[in-house]
């Protein structure tokens, strides 16, 4: 089996008492049992006055149960292939992703694991697989050339990806070469109009408010919408800043079209979690006001089903 990380995937360490936030409220976590844990005051019982779990203090990390083990450590498994990355809605895993200025990498290992979702690979779609492969490495490509504008980037991995669904819906997949090579071509790609992320916000940020509310304080910033677009306020993150939420995000979702074949809705559900959240974030006062509405958003997003499937069709109307 091939096992994929994020190059810092392995250093993530829990801040514990010093995070910004906890994880032990505000979630319903369901133990290994089945059973949904009793919380008390939207806290876990075992959360105790300086945020630390008591459980861990008395036994070890290894005695949690799986979920909260876990936590934020996300995989996605294809056949022969497991990929982790750290999920964005963890403040220690967000500031690790996005506040070191450089680019994202990757370690790649392989292994003699036996691969335990074997039976349920047996209509895996190893073409079009394979085609995503390559058009992500290209999208990676694309994201690293800062010679280009970070929303030029984003556009031209919107179109890229428009056109490698109507390829996929006609079955036409040895096309999808001719696409890869074309949008590996700086003279071409260097022709596409940015996007304009004050108008792509105007225009679709009401798909937000259409959502399932999983925490209360989450429509303190949503409230503040009419503000954003009104003040148009240029946000306090740098363009790396960006480029790597949005590297992340490509890297934990862009190959799940294998199942669903959405692959322009997932692009688009990448590129507008970046805009969406730094606009969202625009009116804040400092970084650490700015990560904490990056990850709140990831907290409402990531966490639902429900969430994530609405943005996904959505999106996938603009392909009809």
Same mark, same amino acid.
């Given at each position: 089996?091939?096992?994929?990380?994020?190059?810092?995937?392995?250093?993530?360490?829990?801040?514990?008492?010093?995070?910004?936030?906890?994880?032990?409220?505000?979630?319903?976590?369901?133990?290994d049992?089945?059973?949904?844990?009793?919380?008390?005051?939207?806290?876990?019982?075992?959360?105790?006055?300086?945020?630390l779990?008591?459980?861990?203090?008395?036994?070890?990390?290894?005695?949690l149960?799986?979920?909260?083990?876990?936590?934020?450590?996300?995989?996605?498994?294809?056949?022969?292939?497991?990929?982790?990355?750290?999920?964005?809605?963890?403040?220690?895993?967000?500031?690790?992703?996005?506040?070191?200025?450089r680019?994202?990498?990757?370690?790649?290992e392989?292994?003699?694991?036996?691969?335990?979702?074997?039976?349920?690979?047996?209509?895996?779609?190893?073409?079009?697989?394979?085609?995503l492969?390559?058009?992500?490495?290209?999208?990676?490509g694309?994201?690293?050339?800062?010679?280009?504008?970070?929303?030029?980037?984003m556009?031209?991995?919107?179109?890229m990806?428009?056109?490698?669904? !109507?390829?996929?819906? #006609?079955?036409?997949?040895? %096309?999808?070469? *001719?696409?890869?090579? =074309?949008?590996? /071509? $700086?003279?071409?790609?260097?022709?596409?109009?940015?996007?304009?992320?004050?108008?792509?916000?105007?225009?679709?940020?009401?798909? !937000?408010?259409?959502? #399932?509310?999983?925490?209360? %304080?989450?429509? *303190?910033?949503?409230? =503040?919408?009419? /503000? $954003?677009?009104?003040?148009?306020?240029?946000?306090?993150?740098?363009?790396?800043?960006?480029?790597?939420?949005?590297?992340?995000?490509?890297?934990?979702?862009?190959?799940?079209?294998?199942?669903?074949?959405?692959?322009?809705? =997932?692009?688009?559900?990448?590129?507008?979690?970046?805009?969406?959240?730094?606009?969202?974030?625009?009116?804040?006062?400092?970084?650490?006001?700015?990560l904490?509405?990056?990850?709140?958003?990831?907290?409402?997003?990531?966490?639902?089903?429900?969430?994530?499937?609405?943005?996904?069709?959505y999106?996938d109307?603009?392909?009809?």
């Open positions: 089996m091939r096992i994929v990380k994020q190059d810092f995937y392995d250093k993530f360490l829990c801040a514990a008492d010093k995070c910004i936030d906890t994880c032990c409220q505000g979630w319903q976590i369901i133990d049992e089945g059973n949904v844990l009793p919380f008390v005051d939207n806290k876990c019982p075992k959360m105790n006055e300086k945020g779990c008591t459980q861990v203090l008395e036994k070890g990390e290894e005695s149960c799986y979920i909260c083990h876990m936590y934020p450590r996300h995989v996605e498994e294809y056949d022969g292939v497991r990929e982790w990355s750290l999920s964005l809605s963890c403040p220690e895993a967000l500031r690790m992703t996005i506040c070191e200025e680019p994202a990498s990757y370690v790649v392989e292994n003699d694991e036996e691969e335990p979702m074997s039976d349920d690979f047996d209509d895996f779609d190893y073409m079009l697989y394979s085609k492969e390559d058009s992500r490495e290209c999208m990676y694309i994201l690293k050339n800062q010679n280009l504008d970070i929303y030029k980037r556009a031209i991995i919107l179109k990806s428009y056109e490698l669904q !109507l390829c996929a819906d #006609e079955g036409q997949y040895f %096309d999808m070469d *001719d696409i890869i090579k =074309k949008y590996e /071509d $700086i003279s071409y790609i260097e022709g596409i109009e940015s996007l304009n992320p004050y108008d792509e916000f105007d225009e679709h940020s009401g798909i !937000l408010l259409e959502l #399932e509310k999983l925490w209360e %304080d989450w429509n *303190d910033v949503l409230n =503040k919408i009419p /503000d $954003i677009k009104s003040e148009k306020k240029k946000s306090i993150a740098t363009p790396m800043m960006l480029e790597n939420i949005l590297e992340s995000m490509i890297y934990t979702y862009y190959l799940g079209a294998v199942y669903d074949y959405f692959i322009y809705a =997932k692009t688009a559900f990448c590129v507008y979690t970046v805009i969406f959240t730094d606009r969202l974030a625009s009116l804040a006062s400092d970084m650490d006001d700015y904490r509405i990056v990850y709140k958003y990831a907290r409402e997003v990531e966490h639902s089903d429900e969430n994530i499937n609405k943005l996904l069709e999106w109307e603009f392909c009809k």
